[in-house]
C-alpha cells in the first residue's frame, strides 16, 4: 500500500509542471467557462452538467488502519479489487490529455490548506467545473502552505467505472467520469476535516454565522455566534443565510460559512471559503429573502437550474434535477449581513454560542427542543434526517441516519463524537444546543398487500418563516421551556410567531400510536448508538431517558 500511495501522489505532484497543463488565471477562467454556459434574464450564467450529484455510493477510501471505508458496498470492494489496474489506465491518460490547473487557498488563519485542482479539457467546456469551483475559494498567497491536497479530475472516464478514489493520508482524490461542481468541493473539504483532525480539530459539516439580538431580561443586545448543522436539503443553509426577523435596533446577523467549519478544543471556529454554495431548490424571495436576492445578482454562478429559451429562471421547476445549485460570492449580500472574517470569534469574546443540530422527521419529533451537552453529543451521533437528491438520488426521502449528519468523515466516527462531547462540556455556561425538526409531525405510513410503503396522512410541515421565528426567540430569550416526558428533553411552551399548538401530537394520532412511535423511534436510536463500541457511555446513556 505505501508504494502505491507514493506513486498516487508521484503522479498529481508531477502533473503541476507537464507540458500538456493549462495554468489560467482568474480572468482567464472566467471567460473560457462562460463559452459554455446560458445566460440568464439577470445576466448571471447556468451551466448544466450531465452529473447532477455526488457519487457517494461509488467513493472509496484508500490507505492505511485509520482510513476506514466502513461497511462498504459490493460495488465499493469491487473498486477497491480493481484499485491497481484503475491507477495504471489514469497514470498513463494523465500523461496524454490536456488539463487545466488552478491553485487556491482555504481559510484565512491558522488553517490554510493549499488546494490544487487538474481537470481534464479533453472536453473543453469542464473549464466551467474549475471557474465555480475557484469562485468559492481564494487565490494562493505567496508563502507556501500546508497540508497540501491535490484532485485529479477526469470526467470523460468511462461511465461504467465512474468512481472517486480518495487517499487522505497523502491529501490526493482522483473524481473519475463526473463532472459535478459538488465533487470537486467535496473532495478538497473531505481532505481539509480529516488532516484538521489530525490537528486536534473537528470537521464540522455546519454552517456559522454571528446572531445579534436583545435579551428579553436584561434588554441588552447579547452577541452570539451560532452553528448550524445539517445534511444536504435540510436547511442549513436556508438557516443560515437568513436574518431571523432580527431587526430591532443593534440587532442583526452575519453569516460567515454555510457548509463546513473547523471547531478547535477551545470551541473557536475557523471557516475555510469565501463564497456559499446552496441548493436552489424552492428558493423564494419571501421566505428566503436574503439567498434569493444574493442569487439573481450577476456574478453568481447557477448549476443544473431550470432557465428557458428567454433566460427565465425556474427555481421549482425540478424536470432536470431535484439538486440544482447556486456558487453566491460573499459580495452579493449587503455588507452588514456578512462577516469580514471567515471565522467565528473566540468563545470568550461572545456571550455564547448556539449549537442547532438540523434533522428532518415526519412523525413525533418535537419541532425543537433544548439539548444537554450529552443529548447534543447523542443527536450528533444520530444525524437523523432523510436522504436527499444531493447525496444518493436513488434513496431520496428514505430516513438516513449520518453520523454529524456529515457524509464526509474518513474514520472512526466514535471518535468524532467523543470530541464533539469534550469540545462542547468544556463551556457549559457558554454553550447552548437545541434539536431543529425542519420536517413535521402528523404523517402516516402504511403499506400495500405487495410490501411497498404508502404515505396515507400528509406530514403539517415547520415553515421556514416559523423555524426563523424559534432560532429568533431562542437568541432573545423570550421562550420559556418545559420538560418533554418522551424524549427527557426541553421543549416550548410557547414561541412568538408560532401556533406551537398545531403540532400537537394529539390532533394526528391516538395515544396508543404515539407510545409505540416513541418506543419504536427510542429503540432505533439505542441500537443505532450501540455499535460504536468506541463512544463514550454517557452519550448512549442520553437517548435512554
Known amino acids: 500500500m505505501e508504494q502505491a500511495l507514493k506513486k498516487v501522489l508521484g503522479a498529481a505532484t508531477r502533473l503541476r509542471d507537464q507540458p500538456n497543463v493549462w495554468h489560467p488565471t482568474y480572468g482567464q477562467l472566467r471567460r473560457e467557462a462562460e463559452k459554455y454556459g446560458v445566460r440568464t434574464k439577470w445576466g448571471n450564467i447556468v451551466f448544466h452538467t450531465m452529473v447532477k450529484h455526488r457519487i457517494a455510493p461509488l467513493t472509496v477510501y484508500v490507505g492505511g488502519p485509520e482510513v476506514r471505508q466502513g461497511n462498504p458496498t459490493p460495488k465499493q470492494k469491487e473498486l477497491l479489487e480493481k484499485l491497481p489496474q484503475t491507477l495504471e489506465l489514469v497514470h498513463a491518460y494523465m500523461k ?17 490548506p493549499h488546494c490544487t485542482l487538474f481537470i481534464s479539457t479533453q472536453l473543453r467546456e469542464m473549464a466551467r467545473v474549475a471557474y465555480a469551483w475557484a469562485t468559492l475559494l481564494a487565490p494562493p498567497g505567496k508563502k507556501p502552505r500546508e497540508p497540501k491536497f491535490y484532485l485529479v479530475m ?10 472517486t478514489l480518495v487517499f487522505p493520508e497523502i491529501g490526493v482524490t482522483y473524481a473519475l467520469g463526473t463532472n459535478y461542481i459538488g465533487e470537486c468541493k467535496k473532495a478538497f473539504l473531505r481532505m481539509a476535516m480529516w488532516h484538521a483532525k489530525k490537528r486536534g480539530m473537528l470537521g464540522l459539516h455546519a454552517g456559522s454565522k454571528i446572531i445579534r439580538a436583545r435579551d428579553a431580561k436584561t434588554g441588552k443586545i447579547k452577541k452570539y455566534g451560532a452553528l448550524i448543522f445539517g445534511l444536504t436539503a435540510t436547511g442549513k443553509t436556508t438557516h443560515t443565510c437568513h436574518n431571523h426577523g432580527l431587526k430591532g435596533p443593534g440587532e442583526g446577523v452575519e453569516i460567515v460559512q454555510d457548509d463546513v467549519v473547523f471547531m478547535k478544543p477551545d470551541c473557536s471556529v475557523l471557516g475555510p471559503e469565501k463564497a456559499f454554495y446552496l ?16 442569487t439573481i445578482k450577476r456574478n453568481t454562478i447557477l448549476e443544473n437550474v431550470m432557465v428557458d429559451y428567454r433566460g427565465i429562471v425556474d427555481f421549482d421547476d425540478l424536470t432536470l434535477t431535484g439538486n440544482a445549485r447556486g456558487v453566491i460570492p460573499r459580495e452579493n449580500f449587503p455588507k452588514k449581513y456578512v462577516s469580514e472574517s471567515l471565522d467565528l470569534p473566540p468563545i470568550e469574546s ?3 454560542l448556539l449549537i ?29 434526517s432523510v436522504e436527499s437528491t444531493g447525496g444518493d438520488p436513488k434513496r431520496v426521502g428514505e ?15 466514535a471518535e468524532e463524537g467523543n470530541k464533539f462531547y469534550e469540545f462542547i462540556k468544556k463551556f457549559p455556561a457558554k454553550i447552548q444546543c437545541y434539536l431543529l425538526n425542519t420536517g413535521g409531525v402528523g404523517e402516516l405510513v402504511g403499506t400495500r398487500e405487495n410490501g411497498t410503503k404508502v404515505v396515507k396522512q400528509k406530514v403539517l410541515r415547520v415553515e421556514i418563516p416559523e423555524m426563523a421565528s424559534i432560532i429568533r426567540g431562542i437568541a432573545r430569550g423570550t421562550i420559556e ?3 418533554d416526558p418522551n424524549f427527557g428533553t426541553q421543549v416550548p411552551k410557547k414561541v412568538d410567531g408560532v401556533d406551537m399548538s398545531k403540532f400537537d401530537l394529539s390532533r394526528f394520532y391516538s395515544n396508543e400510536w404515539i407510545e409505540a412511535e416513541i418506543k419504536k423511534l427510542k429503540g432505533e436510536r439505542v441500537r443505532w448508538l450501540a455499535q460504536f463500541k468506541e463512544l463514550n457511555p454517557v452519550i448512549a446513556e442520553a437517548v435512554k431517558s
Not at 106 to 111: H, K, Y
Request: net charge negative; hydrophobic share 40%.
Open 96 to 112: 496524454r490529455v490536456p488539463f487545466l490547473c488552478v491553485e487556491r487557498t482555504m481559510g484565512e488563519s491558522e488553517f490554510t
Open 154 to 163: 477526469i470526467p470523460e472516464w468511462q461511465s461504467k467505472d465512474m468512481q
Open 279 to 294: 441548493k436552489t431548490e424552492g428558493l423564494n424571495p419571501k421566505t428566503q429573502p436574503l439567498l434569493y436576492r444574493a
Open 350 to 352: 461572545l456571550d455564547g
Open 356 to 384: 442547532f443540530i438540523i434533522t428532518r422527521r415526519n412523525t413525533v419529533v418535537p419541532i425543537v427542543s433544548k439539548l444537554t451537552p450529552e443529548q447534543a453529543a447523542a443527536a450528533f451521533m444520530l444525524g437523523e
Open 399 to 413: 430516513s438516513v441516519r449520518v453520523v454529524g449528519t456529515n457524509p464526509f468523515i474518513i474514520g472512526d466516527e
Open 481 to 483: 421551556w418545559a420538560h
